[in-house]
């Protein structure tokens, strides 16, 4: 019912930057949180960032001032800004999507080389 492609992931240098989108289609509420999360090897999936449809923001302190999420709702889609990257951020990164029902994209690879 719902469908969450990600894109804008590749390879890329330390200190460099990248942007993912995802866009969201099929039943798509009105009233939803969308969201970055990122999973390296070997280690749990972690939260990156995450936005309401009312536009507030939370980061994890890891990326604090490097990353910014946004979005646009009239598309449905979330933006990651991805800025001053490390070797340390290298993962598949996911959407989701929370309306309540969470959904998930299939992932995007970013990786940092040092």
């Known amino acids: 019912q719902v469908q969450l492609v990600e894109s804008g992931g590749g390879l890329v240098q330390a200190g460099g930057s990248l942007r993912l989108s995802c866009a969201a289609s099929?039943?798509?509420?009105?009233?939803?949180?969308m969201g970055w999360y990122r999973q390296a090897p070997g280690k749990q999936r972690e939260l990156v960032a995450t936005?309401?449809?009312?536009?507030?923001?939370d980061y994890a302190d890891s990326v604090k001032g490097r990353f910014t999420i946004s979005r646009d709702n009239a598309k449905n889609t979330v933006y990651l800004q991805m800025n001053s990257l490390k070797p340390e951020d290298t993962a598949v990164y996911y959407c989701?999507?929370?309306?309540?029902?969470?959904?998930w994209g299939k992932g995007t690879l970013v990786t940092v080389s040092s």
């Open positions: 936005i309401t449809s009312g536009g507030s923001t």
């Open positions: 989701r999507l929370a309306q309540p029902t969470n959904y």
């Open positions: 099929g039943r798509i509420k009105g009233i939803n949180t």
